[in-house]
């Protein structure tokens, strides 16, 4: 089985930073792409960043300029640096991942609680 495993959540305040990490483990011939998702209370998932396994990224507008997505491929994790962080990027936020066949794994989810 594979589990994507999340750290670096909590609570900040606005203008503050958090820095979240994605380590995938279990039995994984390749991942490609990977990237982070976020809900927030009564509203749709939505993609937050995304990156290749070359390292071209993709990110949201609401959060271009103030988040940076970065992956270690030889240690399976993804990261998000989130700066700036204002009280609409509060939410539970998604690790994600693509392996081989294209399976999508999914991580349980960290919560992120901006205050203003």
């Known amino acids: 089985q594979v589990q994507l495993v999340e750290s670096g959540g909590g609570l900040v305040q606005a203008g503050g930073s958090l820095r979240l990490s994605c380590a995938a483990s279990?039995?994984?011939?390749?991942?490609?792409?990977m990237g982070w998702h976020r809900q927030a209370p009564g509203k749709q998932r939505e993609l937050v960043a995304a990156?290749?396994?070359?390292?071209?990224?993709n990110y949201t507008d609401s959060v271009k300029g103030r988040f940076t997505i970065s992956r270690d491929n030889a240690k399976n994790t993804v990261y998000l640096q989130m700066n700036s962080l204002k009280p609409e990027d509060t939410a539970v936020y998604y690790c994600?991942?693509?392996?081989?066949?294209?399976?999508?794994?999914w991580g349980q989810g960290t919560q992120v609680t901006v205050s203003s």
């Open positions: 994600n991942a693509v392996g081989s066949y294209s399976r999508r794994y």
């Open positions: 279990g039995i994984i011939f390749r991942i490609n792409d």
């Open positions: 990156i290749t396994r070359g390292g071209s990224t």
